[in-house]
């Protein structure tokens, strides 16, 4: 794997991370090592984590694995601000924001997370009191970089000025869906980050698994697709437009001799944007598959032909078809 800076920060980070969604539900503690020894051995030192997973039980096993196989030098990147509030999907409270963190670090049984990152946009709560629990964060030691997770671009803008004018402190990183299924952060907010120098980690960069191409001629019984819980998660990405970028990617592969996965996350990971592609497995075996990949060099004109096949549409005002 590539080893780059993350934003104009100092922290070196892999230009693959690995996801834990499934760890404490669908992946148990066994898989989990087995996961964390095949990723460490490809060369990977991001671990991507919320406080939402497993009910705070991916935390507890990220703690527990990272202590037992003394892997200090794994970058742990976490996220708080999702709400149990009926109605309420997202609380960014200044009240909540510090339990969330402070329930996050004794689940990891570490005294702070490399990266934090916010989730989500609570419109209840103004921003500059989000901003001041990031600061908080900083200044405590509790965190040593913060950022977004899930912000509109317009936000994230205000955001890391009010931070940098008001308090003082840098946001490093915003974390958003992106892939081959999924390229709405070309609509200002890569742009954003480029100019301002903000990493950016990409997670979904299998399009939620779609991209590997398993879901082509119907969902299999042991998919995510299956899933009472991620059923609507894969669901999204099984559209007409999905399938006609899934078939640009098995015909890709075709040609290169290799497997779709391997193809949508060499796109992913030949994005000059995008500090890390995070991926995610719900067995060790699956992981194997995607880490066989990793040395996939997509030439220029099967990159080019899978960006035009995948291309979002302008809409204005970077259309200018109010022109």
């Not at 980070?13 to 539900?25: E, F, M, P, Q």
């Not at 997202?90 to 924001?97: E, M, T, V």
């Not at 009191?129 to 908080?136: D, F, I, K, N, P």
């Not at 592609?277 to 990159?303: F, K, W």
């Amino acid at each position: 794997m590539r080893v780059s800076s993350l934003g104009r920060s100092g922290l070196r980070i892999s230009d693959v991370a690995l996801g834990t969604l499934t760890w404490g539900r669908d992946t148990d503690e066994h898989e989990a090592v087995e996961q964390l020894e095949l990723y460490l051995a490809a060369g990977g030192n991001v671990l991507d984590t919320s406080d939402a997973y497993g009910g705070g039980a991916a935390h507890e096993i990220v703690g527990h694995l990272l202590h037992s196989l003394a892997a200090d030098d794994v970058v742990v990147v976490s996220r708080s601000g999702g709400s149990t509030t009926p109605g309420r999907a997202f609380d960014h409270s200044l009240r909540h924001l510090r339990s969330s963190l402070d329930a996050t670090l004794t689940r990891l049984g570490r005294e702070a997370v490399d990266v934090w990152l916010v989730h989500g946009r609570d419109p209840h709560t103004p921003l500059d009191e989000v901003c001041t629990a990031m600061a908080e964060a900083v200044r405590s030691g509790k965190a040593a970089y913060v950022g977004l997770a899930e912000w509109p671009p317009a936000w994230t803008a205000a955001a890391h000025r009010f931070l940098h004018d008001a308090l003082g402190t840098s946001m490093t990183a915003v974390q958003v869906e992106y892939s081959l299924v999924q390229r709405g952060a070309e609509h200002d907010l890569l742009d954003y980050t480029s100019v301002c120098g903000l990493g950016v980690l990409g997670w979904g960069a299998l399009g939620r698994g779609v991209l590997t191409g398993k879901y082509r001629r119907g969902t299999p019984a042991d998919s995510r697709g299956a899933s009472a819980h991620l059923r609507g998660f894969v669901e999204t990405y099984l559209d007409l437009r999905s399938r006609q970028v899934v078939d640009a990617v098995c015909a890709a592969a075709d040609g290169l001799g290799v497997a779709p996965l391997d193809v949508a996350l060499a796109w992913a990971r030949q994005q000059a944007r995008v500090s890390a592609s995070v991926v995610g497995a719900r067995t060790a075996a699956q992981l194997r598959g995607i880490l066989a990949g990793l040395d996939t060099v997509l030439p220029p004109e099967i990159e080019a032909a899978l960006g035009e096949v995948s291309a979002v549409r302008p809409v204005y005002p970077q259309s200018g078809a109010g022109l």
